[in-house]
């Protein structure tokens, strides 16, 4: 069980770990504590967007829209490697996933299928929204494969957590599958190794 980070220890962590960072508003206030907790926090779940363009990704990642409203993550992370913070705090982005996930990623053991929606993800989990169309066929370039890499590094180095605590939201979620385009098993390989 693990307290979320200060937003002021959150930014460190990630620009510790070199990621290149744009703040974006006022991302430090910009959450949906006023409908739940947020924390303990147990991972870092890893999205995609279905968006095409750096500056309409992040407005939606930051505002939301009239059925889900923003932030829908903590930090966008653009074709580019750049890694766009527009909230922090509960975040829209995991949505009701699996409690039995969530036993696995705590004990940083190996995942179950997902086959149940029963348990409050916003509240347990760092999220990041990946630009991409997820049809399996936009790229992804090295830039943003290594983003997602340190950002998620950064915070499991902060909490003391393995490559373990890190999922997609396909993982989390039935009938989710983001991220497409690169298997979470390939990432926590990578994630692992920076870690050493």
Not at 1 to 30: C, K, Y
Not at 93 to 106: S, T, Y
Not at 117 to 142: I, K, Q, S, V
Not at 157 to 165: C, I, P
């Amino acid at each position: 069980m693990a307290s979320p980070m200060s937003a002021n220890r959150f930014l460190d962590a990630l620009q510790d770990e070199g990621v290149t960072i744009v703040e974006v508003g006022d991302w430090r206030e910009h959450n949906r504590n006023h409908v739940g907790p947020w924390g303990p926090v147990h991972g870092v779940m890893i999205h995609h967007t279905v968006t095409s363009g750096t500056e309409e990704t992040v407005r939606l990642c930051r505002d939301g829209h009239p059925t889900l409203p923003g932030p829908l993550c903590h930090g966008v992370i653009t074709k580019d490697g750049r890694v766009h913070l527009v909230g922090y705090g509960r975040a829209n982005h995991a949505g009701l996933g699996d409690d039995d996930v969530l036993r696995a990623v705590i004990a940083e053991k190996a995942l179950p299928p997902d086959n149940e929606a029963n348990t409050d993800g916003n509240r347990h989990f760092y999220g990041f929204e990946c630009e991409n169309l997820g049809d399996g066929e936009d790229p992804w370039p090295e830039a943003q494969l290594e983003a997602i890499e340190k950002v998620s590094a950064a915070v499991c180095r902060h909490h003391g957590w393995t490559a373990r605590s890190v999922i997609g939201h396909l993982e989390w979620q039935p009938g989710k599958i983001d991220p497409k385009g690169f298997t979470m098993n390939w990432m926590r390989d990578r994630i692992e190794e920076r870690l050493k």
